[in-house]
C-alpha cells in the first residue's frame, strides 16, 4: 500500500496560463502533503506544507500566490501554477504522510513536468 | 543552507563492488535519517531508513552506518549492479515534519 498518483506526468503550456497539479493519495488518507520542486540534476527543495482543512504553510522564498496549494480532502492536493513563465519549468513533486502510520514515512508521488514555452 | 550534506557527488562502481555515499548533518535535532532512490524522471522512492538510537541497519544488500557523535551517516550498498544505477539523496528530519535533503548522489554501476 501506500501509493500516491501525480497528475499529469508531463504538461506544456504558453507562458501566462495558468496549470494544475493533482497529488492523490490512493490506499491510504494523507493528513499532511509536501510538495517539492526539483531541477535537473539538482535536489528536491520544498515549497510547502498543506494539511487537510487548512492553509499551506509555504517556505520562504516561495511566491504563494504564484504556486496556490489547496489540500481539500484527505486524499487530494492540488498545486496550481498561475501566471506560469519559462523560469516555472522544472519536475514537481509531491509526497504524503498518512494519517494512522509513522509521521516519519513519506510517499512520494511520481513527479509531474511541467515545461512553460 | 544545506542542512544535510552529501559526497561524492557522483561515483562509478564495477558491478559486484560496494558503493559508499556519505552524509553529514549539524542540527543533532533530527530523528530520522532515511534514503532514497531515484531514477530519472521518477519521483524518489524510499529505501532504507535509521533512527538516532542504533548504529547500523541493513536490509538486503543495502546498510546504514550512523554515527552519531560525528553526526554522520553512509550507505553501503553491497555487491552493486547494474540496476542499482540511480541517483541517491539522503535526506534528515525532525519529529516527521519536513524531510531535508542531501544534494543526491548519481551512481553508475559498470558491468
Known amino acids: 500500500g501506500a501509493v500516491v498518483s501525480q497528475h499529469p506526468s508531463r504538461v506544456i503550456c504558453k507562458s501566462g496560463t495558468s496549470v494544475k497539479i493533482e497529488c492523490r493519495s490512493l490506499?491510504?488518507?494523507?493528513?499532511?502533503m509536501f510538495w517539492y520542486r526539483q531541477f535537473p540534476k539538482k535536489s528536491l527543495m520544498l515549497m510547502a506544507t498543506?494539511?487537510?482543512?487548512?492553509?499551506?504553510?509555504?517556505e520562504q522564498g516561495v511566491e504563494k500566490d504564484k504556486f496556490l496549494i489547496n489540500h481539500a480532502s484527505l486524499t487530494l492536493s492540488t498545486l496550481t501554477v498561475t501566471s506560469a513563465h519559462p523560469e516555472d519549468s522544472s519536475f514537481y513533486i509531491c509526497?504524503?504522510?498518512?494519517?494512522?502510520?509513522?509521521?516519519?514515512?513519506?510517499?512520494f508521488g511520481p513527479g509531474t513536468r511541467l515545461t512553460v514555452t | 543552507q544545506q542542512q544535510v550534506k552529501q559526497s561524492p557527488q557522483s561515483l562509478i562502481v564495477q558491478k559486484g563492488g560496494i558503493s559508499i555515499i556519505n552524509c553529514a548533518y549539524e542540527?543533532?535535532?533530527?530523528?530520522?535519517f532515511p534514503w532514497y532512490q531515484q531514477f530519472p524522471g521518477k519521483g524518489p522512492a524510499l529505501l532504507i531508513a535509521i533512527r538516532p538510537d542504533v548504529s547500523e541497519k541493513k536490509e538486503g544488500r543495502f546498510t546504514i552506518s550512523f554515527n552519531k557523535s560525528a553526526k554522520q551517516f553512509s550507505l553501503h550498498i553491497m555487491d552493486s549492479q547494474p540496476g542499482d544505477s540511480a541517483t541517491y539523496f539522503c535526506a534528515a528530519t525532525n519529529s516527521g515534519y519536513a524531510l531535508n535533503f542531501g544534494k543526491g548522489t548519481s551512481l553508475l554501476v559498470t558491468p
Open positions: 542540527n543533532t535535532a533530527f530523528d530520522y
Open positions: 498543506s494539511n487537510e482543512g487548512s492553509k499551506a504553510t509555504y
Open positions: 509526497s504524503a504522510r498518512a494519517s494512522g502510520r509513522s509521521p516519519y514515512e513519506q510517499y
Open positions: 490506499d491510504f488518507q494523507a493528513t499532511t
